[in-house]
């Protein structure tokens, strides 16, 4: 097969389909793609609202539930542990097929009649407040998180404990403020690090211990802004720091962000890979142009999935968890097979298409909310062999009859569901956290839009009242409602206000930290100026040789050119090597090839 240059349905743009990629089409028997990479990953993940609550009427009782659904969004919910209940049947809804009209047409019919849970969990203990969740244990408002327990506004998680205001860890304990970090303990304000136990206002480091302000350290103790210590000094030293202080940890953060400028970063963050491109990839193979994936091979497009094995996916995010050939589809995993143009369908879901919120269903096509049932079409039952002629004849029919969105965009048998039809607003959803837009050129782009409220919370405290101190502070500001630094003037979904949470109080005593002067919103939008972002660049390697070349990183008004450590295999001259990378060329980072950063971590 050859290689194929399309323009995007959607943003018209050109786009290249490689022959690889015909390959899997023909493999999961679908057409090839009449949209873009980006445009498919922005219309897919405006359907997932990854950490936003609000409190939506429950269907059944009328009373307002939490639920990951804004109250003004036309479906219907019932809280989770009623809607997995034999109290009411999803067959109920079922409906014939009406071959004059758009099938998808038919598919958002059913989306409103049918109730969907009022969050998107499994196997949740004493964590009331928390969505897009499995497996979790005592924990408060965490998002998008596996298998953790005791822990607080954390939002991509896997098996952590103890750990608050957190982006991206897997198996850490006692960490605060993080992003991306793997089996630490007692990491504070740290990024890309792995193995390390307290480390504080790190960046890069594996397999250290008793570290602050450092970045690209291997196997080291006792180290302050890279330099070592002897473990006397270094503990006078700490405890001079006084991170109890606001004032104090603020000082010592801006000199350590400084200080993460001074030294190489790898092009992408990633280890044990063969062939693979995109960021925060791990322990995977064959797998191009994805983000924050493990254990996945032979896979394109990507993003989020925190747990394998899993392979032969495309156009795939959220979860994995031993999942195999699924295409353009979201939080459909557990053990899935063969999941096509589905949302929110799992465990153990096998040969499933164009369906919503279904559980352990196999051989389904356009249905929501059915449960261990097999060989039914928009929720009603057919034999098997009246099913798989029904499917044949609609695929057919989803492209002679298509729908057509307000726009003119074609959907016919092959592309996922229209943003138009998202139960979330673009402006809650994933997508809109990966690709920020304004309303306008959210609504040009077809998309939906939830107008902001305003917030109407009465501050008891300033921030600038705040102790300065840990130490100075008792139980009473548990009573507070703290005005959060940014009073809703920031883009940042900033709530204007917010309480301290006792768990909270307690951590930030046993780890001797100031309490923050953020609400919970804009101290996540801080930490996602850590996270790499999803797009990809072109560019070389900025290895000169001796040194680091091509520009001059600008550090506290130091001008400051990385002195190499190392011989390079090519010596002197600057390295030739080009890759693809999340750092775009306007960052300030110095960014290496995989061959000469290793040389200078080693």
Not at 189 to 196: G, I, K, P, Q, V
């Amino acid at each position: 097969m050859q290689k194929e240059t399309k323009i995007c349905q959607s943003c018209k743009q050109n786009f290249r389909i490689e022959p690889e990629d015909f390959e899997f089409y023909e493999k999961i028997k679908v057409p090839a793609p009449t949209w873009c990479p980006e445009c498919r990953l922005t219309r897919r993940m405006s359907w997932r609202n990854m950490w936003h609550l609000y409190k939506k009427p429950d269907d059944k009782t009328g009373q307002p539930i939490f639920s990951a659904f804004p109250p003004e969004s036309l479906i219907k919910i019932y809280e989770k542990d009623y809607w997995l209940s034999d109290a009411w049947n999803p067959m109920d809804y079922g409906k014939d097929i009406d071959w004059s009209r758009p099938f998808l047409q038919q598919i958002y019919e059913l989306m409103l009649a049918v109730p969907f849970p009022n969050h998107s969990v499994q196997n949740m203990v004493n964590s009331e407040y928390c969505t897009n969740a499995s497996n979790i244990k005592n924990c408060y408002f965490t998002r998008a998180v596996t298998d953790s327990e005791d822990c607080a506004y954390v939002i991509w998680d896997y098996r952590s404990k103890n750990c608050l205001d957190s982006h991206m860890t897997d198996s850490c304990e006692l960490g605060y403020g993080n992003v991306n970090t793997t089996r630490c303990y007692k990491t504070v304000f740290s990024a890309n690090c792995e193995d390390c136990q307290n480390v504080f206002l790190s960046r890069d480091c594996v397999n250290c211990s008793d570290c602050i302000g450092c970045i690209g350290l291997r196997n080291k103790s006792y180290h302050i802004f890279n330099i070592p210590h002897a473990k006397e000094g270094y503990e006078r030293k700490f405890k001079e720091l006084n991170f109890g202080s606001k004032k104090s940890f603020e000082n010592c953060r801006s000199q350590a962000y400084a200080q993460w400028l001074k030294a190489p970063v790898k092009f992408m963050e990633g280890l044990q890979n063969v062939n693979v491109s995109g960021d925060y990839i791990y322990n995977s193979k064959n797998s191009k142009h994805c983000y924050r994936i493990k254990d996945t091979e032979d896979s394109k497009y990507c993003m989020n999935i925190i747990s394998g094995p899993n392979k032969d996916s495309y156009d795939y995010a959220n979860w994995g968890a031993g999942s195999e050939l699924i295409y353009e589809s979201l939080v459909c995993a557990d053990k899935s097979y063969n999941v096509k143009f589905s949302w929110n369908c799992f465990p153990n879901s096998r040969n499933v298409e164009y369906s919503i919120f279904c559980r352990s269903s196999s051989d389904i096509f356009g249905c929501v909310g059915l449960r261990k049932s097999q060989y039914c079409i928009l929720n009603k039952q057919y034999s098997k062999e009246e099913y798989e002629r029904m499917v044949s004849r609609i695929k057919e029919q989803m492209d002679t009859t298509p729908y057509i969105d307000r726009l003119g965009r074609v959907y016919g048998y092959g592309e996922f569901l229209p943003a138009e039809f998202s139960p979330i607003q673009y402006n809650d959803s994933e997508a809109h956290e990966i690709f920020p837009k304004t309303k306008e050129q959210a609504l040009n782009e077809g998309l939906i839009w939830r107008e902001d409220k305003l917030k109407s919370y009465t501050a008891t405290k300033q921030p600038d009242e705040l102790p300065d101190h840990i130490a100075e502070v008792d139980e009473s500001i548990l009573k507070e409602t703290i005005a959060c630094e940014h009073r809703g003037s920031c883009r940042e979904e900033c709530t204007g206000a917010f309480r301290i949470i006792p768990t909270e109080l307690e951590f930030l005593k046993k780890l001797n930290l100031p309490l923050p002067r953020l609400c919970p919103n804009c101290r996540h939008y801080e930490r996602l100026s850590h996270r790499n972002t999803f797009r990809l660049w072109r560019r070389g390697c900025m290895c000169g040789g001796r040194t680091s070349d091509k520009r001059q990183v600008t550090c506290d008004k130091e001008e400051y050119v990385y002195q190499n450590q190392a011989n390079h295999f090519h010596k002197d001259q600057p390295c030739p090597n080009e890759f693809e990378t999340s750092y775009s060329p306007d960052r300030k980072e110095i960014v290496y090839c995989e061959e000469c950063y290793q040389q200078e971590v080693a």
